[in-house]
């Protein structure tokens, strides 16, 4: 287990920044944001809702978890929060969604992932048309409202079909939001108290 500090002037505000508990692990970036606080803690928000939108395996409900300590009601802790989430993760969408716009046109890619073990590229076209067509990006912010499922696997799938990045960012958001409201509402009835 390694332990990497950052600077005397993180130190005092970050005790640990980085816990690494096993090579190739993402656990330590889910803890930095459990035990996130202050202002700084938003940036960490911010900074793993983005990397959550475009490339980290994992799910964006933990930010929930952070204890900020803003001086602030806990409705106004949880609203914080879920804004600064929202905002990194259609910020990390709009990256997916020009590296998607990249891979649309990058043959080798899409033929590799056909030829891999299971046809992720069949699966997600037939499920991300489904929606797209039905829904357009109000169908894409409701896919992104489904809390626990990695978010990466609906941003890519969306990133190849349409191509207004405004419209993309703006449903991103919308379904990070949502999706963190779900949460709320499914633990322990958090949202009633907002």
């Not at 656990?27 to 928000?45: P, Q, R, Y």
């Not at 879920?82 to 020009?98: D, N, R």
């Not at 799938?157 to 409201?181: N, Q």
Request: glycine content about 10%; overall charge negative.
């Amino acid at each position: 287990m390694g332990c990497f500090l950052v600077s005397s002037v993180f130190t005092t505000s970050l005790p640990i920044l980085f816990e690494l508990p096993s090579l190739g692990s993402f656990a330590w970036l889910e803890h930095v944001v459990e035990s996130a606080t202050g202002w700084m803690g938003l940036g960490i928000i911010f900074v793993y809702s983005f990397l959550i939108a475009f490339a980290l395996p994992g799910v964006s409900e933990v930010v929930l978890a952070a204890p900020l300590d803003l001086g602030l009601t806990e409705a106004g802790k949880y609203a914080i929060i879920i804004v600064v989430s929202g905002l990194g993760k259609a910020a990390g969408s709009v990256l997916a969604f020009h590296i998607g716009q990249e891979a649309k046109e990058s043959g080798p890619i899409i033929d590799f992932l056909r030829r891999s073990r299971f046809d992720v590229i069949e699966w997600s076209e037939n499920k991300t048309v489904q929606l797209a067509q039905k829904w357009g990006y109000l169908g894409m912010a409701l896919a992104l409202s489904v809390p626990f499922f990695p978010d990466t696997i609906s941003i890519y799938a969306f990133a190849i079909l349409e191509e207004d990045y405004v419209k993309f960012a703006l449903a991103t958001f919308a379904g990070s939001v949502g999706r963190l409201l779900v949460t709320m509402g499914l633990v322990g009835g958090t949202l009633v108290a907002l």
